[in-house]
Every structure is written in structure tokens, then in C-alpha cells.
Nanobody, 127 residues
Framework: QVQLVESGGGLVQAGGSLRLSCAASGRTFTNYIMGWFRQAPGKEREFVAHISRTGGITSYADSVKGRFTISRDNAKNTVYLQMNSLKPEDTAVYYC????????????????????WGQGTQVTVSS
């Protein structure tokens, strides 16, 4: 089992910044590819960003590219999401997910491609 705990959400004005954290425990953190997803009211959970086990490879949804940065600190078993230039449409519950590196099914940009999820943290961007 991997336990994931997100933090850092809150209320921010448009144009502002937030940094989300996701602390992992329970298994070897470096065995897991990590991802951030978000879910707005009435919508499906959608991919935001992912990062490889070493941090050398990252990818982003087009909607956040150039504004958000995913990173990880393997010594602290933590993955981060730095969010800049926030927009009202970024309002959602943000979830981090852990995908075992050798998982045979699903992809890193699909919710079905992850083995563990955190409880989520609310991000609200006011206009």
C-alpha cells in the first residue's frame, strides 16, 4: 500500500500562485511514477501533469503547459505542483496519483493508469 496526502490548496485570486505537495509513505517512492489530476464540479477527473521516477521526464496537459511545473524530491518522498498564473478555470480538487513503474495497463495520463490516490486538495481561483 502507498498512502498519499496532498496539501497546499486554498483560495487565490486570478494571476496568483499556489504550490501543492503530495507526501507519500508505505512503499519505495522511487518505484512510482507520479501524476497530478484535477476534478472540477460536474466534470471527470482530468490529467494535469506527470513525472518519471527520477524526475527526468515530465509532461503536461495543454491547458497548464507553461504555467504549472511538476517536480519531486525523492529524499522527502514528496511530489510538488507549482501553479502560476492561475485562472478561474483551474478551480478544482487536485489529486496526486502513484503508478507502479512496471504497471502493464493504462497510461500515465489516464486515471485508470494509477494504483493509488490521495484524498485531494481544493484549489479555488477567484476572478
Amino acid at each position: 500500500q502507498v498512502q498519499l496526502v496532498e496539501s497546499g490548496g486554498g483560495l487565490v485570486q486570478a494571476g496568483g500562485s499556489l504550490r501543492l505537495s503530495c507526501a507519500a509513505s508505505g512503499r519505495t517512492f522511487t518505484n512510482y511514477i507520479m501524476g497530478w489530476f484535477r476534478q472540477a464540479p460536474g466534470k471527470e477527473r482530468e490529467f494535469v501533469a506527470h513525472i518519471s521516477r527520477t524526475g527526468g521526464i515530465t509532461s503536461y496537459a495543454d491547458s497548464v503547459k507553461g504555467r504549472f511545473t511538476i517536480s519531486r524530491d525523492n529524499a522527502k518522498n514528496t511530489v510538488y505542483l507549482q501553479m502560476n498564473s492561475l485562472k478561474p478555470e483551474d478551480t478544482a480538487v487536485y489529486y496526486c496519483g502513484a503508478r507502479f513503474w512496471n504497471r502493464g495497463s493504462g497510461t500515465y495520463y489516464q486515471t485508470g493508469g494509477y494504483d493509488y490516490w490521495g484524498q485531494g486538495t481544493q484549489v479555488t481561483v477567484s476572478s
